[in-house]
Nanobody, 116 residues
Framework: QVQLVESGGGLVQPGGSLRLSCAAS????????MSWYRQAPGKERELVAS????????NYADSVKGRFTISRDNGKNTVYLQMNELKPEDTAVFYC?????????WGQGTQVTVSS
């Protein structure tokens, strides 16, 4: 079955960086577009970034353009989110997601807290 396991979250000061990882299994990873979402307290889950199966195309939410970079390693079945210049408003639980067999799958999420 589809499994997604996120890691790399934590507490970071404003202006700092974090790199999130999502290890995937249970589906042909190299053929699947992958995405990162986030959900802040009291807010709906929102799309942060997505990447095509080969990594040749990426898309970002306007709020993270120029600060976040999504990438993938198909040999390791892993998708990454490099987050730089973090701001307090980036505080959220970050999830990776994939659409397979008519439904969306999520990992358990990893908490990112940006605070001084």
């Amino acid at each position: 079955q589809v499994q997604l396991v996120e890691s790399g979250g934590g507490l970071v000061q404003p202006g700092g960086s974090l790199r999130l990882s999502c290890a995937a299994s249970g589906f042909p990873f190299s053929t699947a577009p992958m995405s990162w979402y986030r959900q802040a307290p009291g807010k709906e889950r929102e799309l942060v970034a997505s990447i095509s199966p080969t990594g040749g195309r990426t898309n970002y939410a306007d709020s993270v353009k120029g600060r976040f970079t999504i990438s993938r390693d198909n040999g390791k079945n892993t998708v990454y989110l490099q987050m730089n210049e973090l701001k307090p408003e980036d505080t959220a639980v970050f999830y990776c997601g994939v659409f397979r067999t008519s439904r969306y799958y999520w990992g358990q999420g990893t908490q990112v807290t940006v605070s001084s």
